[in-house]
Protein backbone atom coordinates (compact mmCIF):
# COMPACT_ATOMS: atom_id res chain seq x y z
CA UNK A 1 0.00 0.00 0.00
CA UNK A 2 1.52 3.23 -0.83
CA UNK A 3 2.23 5.85 2.03
CA UNK A 4 0.29 8.60 0.78
CA UNK A 5 -3.50 9.34 0.68
CA UNK A 6 -4.78 8.58 -2.69
CA UNK A 7 -7.24 11.42 -3.83
CA UNK A 8 -10.73 10.78 -4.78
CA UNK A 9 -12.31 13.66 -7.26
CA UNK A 10 -15.69 14.91 -7.09
CA UNK A 11 -16.99 12.49 -9.95
CA UNK A 12 -15.72 8.95 -7.82
CA UNK A 13 -13.22 7.98 -10.14
CA UNK A 14 -10.55 5.74 -8.41
CA UNK A 15 -10.29 4.37 -5.16
CA UNK A 16 -11.17 6.04 -1.81
CA UNK A 17 -7.97 7.25 -0.40
CA UNK A 18 -6.51 5.60 1.97
CA UNK A 19 -3.44 6.26 4.73
CA UNK A 20 -0.84 3.94 6.04
CA UNK A 21 -2.65 2.80 9.08
CA UNK A 22 -5.16 2.05 6.86
CA UNK A 23 -8.10 4.75 7.75
CA UNK A 24 -9.21 7.12 5.21
CA UNK A 25 -8.81 10.53 5.43
CA UNK A 26 -11.71 13.17 4.57
CA UNK A 27 -12.27 13.56 0.81
CA UNK A 28 -14.36 16.86 -0.30
CA UNK A 29 -17.40 14.36 -0.37
CA UNK A 30 -17.08 13.82 3.42
CA UNK A 31 -16.58 15.32 6.39
CA UNK A 32 -18.01 18.63 7.19
CA UNK A 33 -18.86 19.48 3.38
CA UNK A 34 -20.79 16.03 2.98
CA UNK A 35 -22.94 16.66 5.86
CA UNK A 36 -23.71 20.22 6.51
CA UNK A 37 -24.67 22.73 3.60
CA UNK A 38 -22.39 24.39 1.49
CA UNK A 39 -23.44 27.56 1.43
CA UNK A 40 -24.08 27.69 5.01
CA UNK A 41 -20.01 26.67 5.85
CA UNK A 42 -18.68 29.35 3.89
CA UNK A 43 -20.44 31.66 5.91
CA UNK A 44 -19.38 30.08 8.70
CA UNK A 45 -15.82 30.74 7.66
CA UNK A 46 -16.51 34.07 6.68
CA UNK A 47 -17.77 34.36 10.09
CA UNK A 48 -14.03 33.16 11.18
CA UNK A 49 -12.17 35.54 8.96
CA UNK A 50 -14.37 38.94 10.37
CA UNK A 51 -13.45 37.26 13.96
CA UNK A 52 -10.05 37.29 13.06
CA UNK A 53 -9.80 40.66 12.11
CA UNK A 54 -11.61 41.82 14.57
CA UNK A 55 -9.44 40.47 17.44
CA UNK A 56 -6.41 41.63 15.47
CA UNK A 57 -7.20 45.10 15.43
CA UNK A 58 -8.28 44.78 18.56
CA UNK A 59 -5.24 43.74 20.40
CA UNK A 60 -2.71 46.04 17.80
CA UNK A 61 -4.97 48.98 18.25
CA UNK A 62 -4.20 48.85 21.78
CA UNK A 63 -0.57 48.31 21.43
CA UNK A 64 -0.41 44.39 21.91
CA UNK A 65 1.41 43.99 18.48
CA UNK A 66 2.81 40.26 19.63
CA UNK A 67 -0.67 39.21 21.09
CA UNK A 68 -1.87 40.51 17.60
CA UNK A 69 -0.10 38.11 15.97
CA UNK A 70 -0.34 35.01 17.85
CA UNK A 71 -3.66 34.76 19.37
CA UNK A 72 -6.35 35.78 16.32
CA UNK A 73 -6.28 32.46 15.05
CA UNK A 74 -5.91 30.26 18.06
CA UNK A 75 -9.95 32.01 18.56
CA UNK A 76 -11.51 32.84 15.71
CA UNK A 77 -10.09 29.53 13.67
CA UNK A 78 -8.54 27.01 15.14
CA UNK A 79 -11.18 26.54 18.25
CA UNK A 80 -14.48 26.95 16.03
CA UNK A 81 -13.57 24.29 13.17
CA UNK A 82 -12.49 22.45 16.03
CA UNK A 83 -16.17 22.94 17.97
CA UNK A 84 -17.69 21.99 14.43
CA UNK A 85 -16.01 19.30 13.93
CA UNK A 86 -16.79 17.71 17.56
CA UNK A 87 -20.28 19.04 16.66
CA UNK A 88 -20.96 16.23 14.21
CA UNK A 89 -18.30 13.70 15.95
CA UNK A 90 -15.79 13.88 13.36
CA UNK A 91 -11.98 13.43 14.68
CA UNK A 92 -10.10 16.79 14.33
CA UNK A 93 -7.28 15.31 12.86
CA UNK A 94 -8.82 13.35 10.46
CA UNK A 95 -11.49 15.62 8.89
CA UNK A 96 -8.61 18.23 8.31
CA UNK A 97 -6.27 15.97 7.13
CA UNK A 98 -3.60 16.56 9.76
CA UNK A 99 -1.98 12.97 10.06
CA UNK A 100 1.43 12.54 10.10
CA UNK A 101 3.42 13.49 6.69
CA UNK A 102 5.24 11.03 4.64
CA UNK A 103 8.97 11.85 4.50
CA UNK A 104 9.22 11.54 0.70
CA UNK A 105 6.35 13.65 0.09
CA UNK A 106 7.84 16.12 2.85
CA UNK A 107 10.86 16.31 1.19
CA UNK A 108 9.28 17.53 -2.59
CA UNK A 109 7.14 20.01 -0.70
CA UNK A 110 10.12 21.32 1.12
CA UNK A 111 12.29 21.12 -2.24
CA UNK A 112 8.69 23.24 -4.02
CA UNK A 113 8.38 25.49 -1.10
CA UNK A 114 12.32 27.03 -0.58
CA UNK A 115 12.29 27.71 -4.19
CA UNK A 116 9.54 29.48 -4.47
CA UNK A 117 10.84 32.02 -1.92
CA UNK A 118 13.35 33.90 -4.74
CA UNK A 119 10.57 33.91 -7.58
CA UNK A 120 7.63 35.07 -5.13
CA UNK A 121 10.48 37.59 -3.97
CA UNK A 122 11.61 38.85 -7.30
CA UNK A 123 7.61 39.18 -8.38
CA UNK A 124 6.55 41.09 -5.34
CA UNK A 125 10.03 43.23 -5.67
CA UNK A 126 8.91 44.16 -9.53
CA UNK A 127 5.55 45.39 -8.29
CA UNK A 128 6.89 47.46 -5.04
CA UNK A 129 8.77 49.44 -7.45
CA UNK A 130 5.96 49.89 -9.60
CA UNK A 131 3.54 50.63 -6.78
CA UNK A 132 5.42 51.44 -3.60
CA UNK A 133 3.57 50.44 -0.65
CA UNK A 134 1.39 53.11 1.24
CA UNK A 135 2.47 54.53 4.95
CA UNK A 136 0.21 51.92 6.88
CA UNK A 137 1.36 48.84 5.59
CA UNK A 138 5.14 50.73 6.59
CA UNK A 139 4.50 51.28 9.67
CA UNK A 140 2.63 47.64 10.57
CA UNK A 141 6.23 46.42 9.18
CA UNK A 142 8.29 48.56 11.30
CA UNK A 143 6.04 47.50 14.10
CA UNK A 144 6.67 43.67 14.01
CA UNK A 145 10.37 44.14 12.84
CA UNK A 146 12.17 42.28 15.41
CA UNK A 147 14.53 44.24 17.83
CA UNK A 148 16.29 41.58 20.09
CA UNK A 149 15.96 37.81 20.32
CA UNK A 150 13.25 37.84 22.58
CA UNK A 151 11.10 39.75 20.03
CA UNK A 152 12.03 37.80 17.18
CA UNK A 153 10.71 34.78 19.22
CA UNK A 154 7.34 36.05 19.94
CA UNK A 155 6.95 37.76 16.08
CA UNK A 156 7.92 34.10 14.47
CA UNK A 157 5.72 32.48 17.20
CA UNK A 158 2.60 34.49 15.01
CA UNK A 159 3.67 34.62 11.57
CA UNK A 160 5.53 31.30 11.46
CA UNK A 161 3.56 29.09 13.96
CA UNK A 162 0.31 30.37 14.58
CA UNK A 163 -0.33 32.47 11.50
CA UNK A 164 0.87 29.78 8.89
CA UNK A 165 -1.45 26.81 10.56
CA UNK A 166 -4.40 28.65 11.92
CA UNK A 167 -4.34 30.26 7.84
CA UNK A 168 -3.99 26.87 5.99
CA UNK A 169 -6.60 25.39 7.89
CA UNK A 170 -9.12 27.80 7.51
CA UNK A 171 -8.17 28.42 3.05
CA UNK A 172 -7.02 24.71 2.35
CA UNK A 173 -8.41 22.37 5.03
CA UNK A 174 -12.17 24.09 5.31
CA UNK A 175 -12.50 26.25 2.41
CA UNK A 176 -10.89 24.21 -0.44
CA UNK A 177 -13.09 21.32 0.36
CA UNK A 178 -15.98 23.45 0.50
CA UNK A 179 -15.49 24.39 -3.15
CA UNK A 180 -13.69 20.92 -3.96
CA UNK A 181 -17.05 19.34 -3.58
CA UNK A 182 -19.07 21.95 -6.02
CA UNK A 183 -16.31 22.40 -8.62
CA UNK A 184 -13.22 20.86 -10.06
CA UNK A 185 -10.02 20.40 -8.54
CA UNK A 186 -8.52 22.99 -10.39
CA UNK A 187 -10.76 25.78 -10.34
CA UNK A 188 -11.26 25.08 -6.41
CA UNK A 189 -7.09 25.91 -6.41
CA UNK A 190 -7.10 28.40 -7.73
CA UNK A 191 -9.81 29.93 -6.40
CA UNK A 192 -9.28 29.44 -2.22
CA UNK A 193 -5.56 30.91 -3.60
CA UNK A 194 -7.43 34.20 -5.02
CA UNK A 195 -9.46 34.53 -1.65
CA UNK A 196 -6.19 33.67 0.37
CA UNK A 197 -5.08 37.03 -1.36
CA UNK A 198 -7.95 39.11 -1.35
CA UNK A 199 -8.01 38.18 2.64
CA UNK A 200 -4.41 40.36 2.95
CA UNK A 201 -6.59 43.57 1.80
CA UNK A 202 -2.86 44.77 0.14
CA UNK A 203 -3.07 45.42 -3.29
CA UNK A 204 1.21 45.10 -3.49
CA UNK A 205 1.19 41.92 -2.22
CA UNK A 206 -1.74 40.51 -4.07
CA UNK A 207 -0.34 39.18 -7.01
CA UNK A 208 2.59 37.02 -4.59
CA UNK A 209 0.18 36.44 -2.21
CA UNK A 210 -2.27 34.98 -5.03
CA UNK A 211 0.52 33.15 -6.36
CA UNK A 212 1.34 31.48 -3.25
CA UNK A 213 -2.03 30.74 -2.35
CA UNK A 214 -2.22 28.83 -5.24
CA UNK A 215 1.04 26.59 -4.59
CA UNK A 216 -0.44 25.71 -0.99
CA UNK A 217 -3.17 24.49 -2.21
CA UNK A 218 -2.13 22.17 -5.00
CA UNK A 219 0.17 20.54 -2.23
CA UNK A 220 -3.09 20.34 -0.23
CA UNK A 221 -4.74 18.91 -3.39
CA UNK A 222 -2.05 16.12 -4.60
CA UNK A 223 -1.79 15.40 -0.84
CA UNK A 224 -4.67 15.77 0.94
CA UNK A 225 -2.71 16.23 4.33
CA UNK A 226 -2.59 19.61 5.74
CA UNK A 227 1.09 19.83 7.36
CA UNK A 228 2.49 19.92 4.00
CA UNK A 229 0.96 23.71 2.77
CA UNK A 230 1.64 24.30 6.92
CA UNK A 231 5.04 23.28 5.98
CA UNK A 232 5.21 25.87 2.54
CA UNK A 233 3.52 28.59 4.47
CA UNK A 234 5.97 28.72 7.43
CA UNK A 235 9.10 28.71 5.59
CA UNK A 236 7.90 31.73 3.43
CA UNK A 237 7.32 33.48 6.37
CA UNK A 238 10.29 32.48 8.28
CA UNK A 239 12.17 33.87 5.26
CA UNK A 240 9.83 37.10 5.01
CA UNK A 241 10.87 37.63 8.87
CA UNK A 242 14.44 36.91 8.49
CA UNK A 243 14.91 39.83 5.68
CA UNK A 244 12.76 41.93 7.84
CA UNK A 245 14.43 41.60 10.57
CA UNK A 246 17.55 42.21 8.28
CA UNK A 247 16.87 45.33 6.25
CA UNK A 248 17.49 49.02 8.33
CA UNK A 249 14.63 51.13 8.85
CA UNK A 250 15.55 53.33 6.42
CA UNK A 251 15.48 50.80 3.74
CA UNK A 252 12.03 50.02 4.86
CA UNK A 253 10.55 53.52 4.74
CA UNK A 254 12.30 53.58 1.14
CA UNK A 255 11.05 50.35 0.21
CA UNK A 256 14.43 49.64 -1.52
CA UNK A 257 14.13 46.53 -3.17
CA UNK A 258 17.06 44.77 -4.04
CA UNK A 259 15.92 41.85 -6.85
CA UNK A 260 17.54 38.65 -7.04
CA UNK A 261 20.02 37.69 -10.08
CA UNK A 262 18.03 36.09 -12.94
CA UNK A 263 19.81 32.93 -12.58
CA UNK A 264 19.07 32.02 -9.60
CA UNK A 265 15.17 32.98 -10.32
CA UNK A 266 15.20 30.70 -13.21
CA UNK A 267 17.16 28.22 -11.34
CA UNK A 268 14.47 28.17 -8.49
CA UNK A 269 11.71 28.32 -10.53
CA UNK A 270 13.31 24.68 -12.66
CA UNK A 271 13.55 23.37 -8.83
CA UNK A 272 10.27 24.03 -8.23
CA UNK A 273 8.43 22.97 -11.43
CA UNK A 274 10.60 19.54 -10.92
CA UNK A 275 9.20 19.28 -7.17
CA UNK A 276 6.10 19.83 -8.40
CA UNK A 277 5.81 17.41 -11.17
CA UNK A 278 7.25 14.54 -9.14
CA UNK A 279 4.33 15.51 -6.37
CA UNK A 280 2.14 14.79 -9.98
CA UNK A 281 3.64 11.57 -10.68
CA UNK A 282 2.96 10.57 -6.90
CA UNK A 283 -0.78 11.64 -6.85
CA UNK A 284 -1.15 9.65 -10.32
CA UNK A 285 0.78 6.66 -9.25
CA UNK A 286 -1.67 6.72 -5.76
CA UNK A 287 -4.38 6.62 -8.03
CA UNK A 288 -3.49 3.95 -10.39
Same mark, same amino acid.
Given at each position: ?7 T ?18 ? @?E ?13 ? *???A ?10 ? !?Y????? *? ?7 ? $???L ?9 F??? $??R???L?P??? +? ?5 ? &??SV???? @?I???S ?11 ? *? ?7 K? +????? !? ?11 ? !?????? #? ?13 ? /???? &?L???? $? ?12 V ?8 Y????T???? *?? /????A? #? ?14 E?V? &? ?19 S ?13
Amino acid at each position: MPDEARDTDRNGEGDPPRLPNGHEPRS @PESGLPGRMNNYLLLV *YAGACLLMNYSIAGM !FYLRGMM *YLSLILPGV $FSILIPLYLLSRRFSLG $FVREFGLEPPAA +KTALAVL &AASVSCIL @PIEAFSGIIERMRPPDAD *YISFLLSIKP +KDPVS !FALVALGVVIAGP !FTEELL #FRGFVQRILARNMSG /VLAV &ALSGAL $FGLSHFNIMILPGVVALGALYGYLYHATRRLW *YP /VLAHAL #FNFSSLLRLHAATEEEIVS &ARVALPSLPWILLSLAVCAASLAFLARMRRADRA
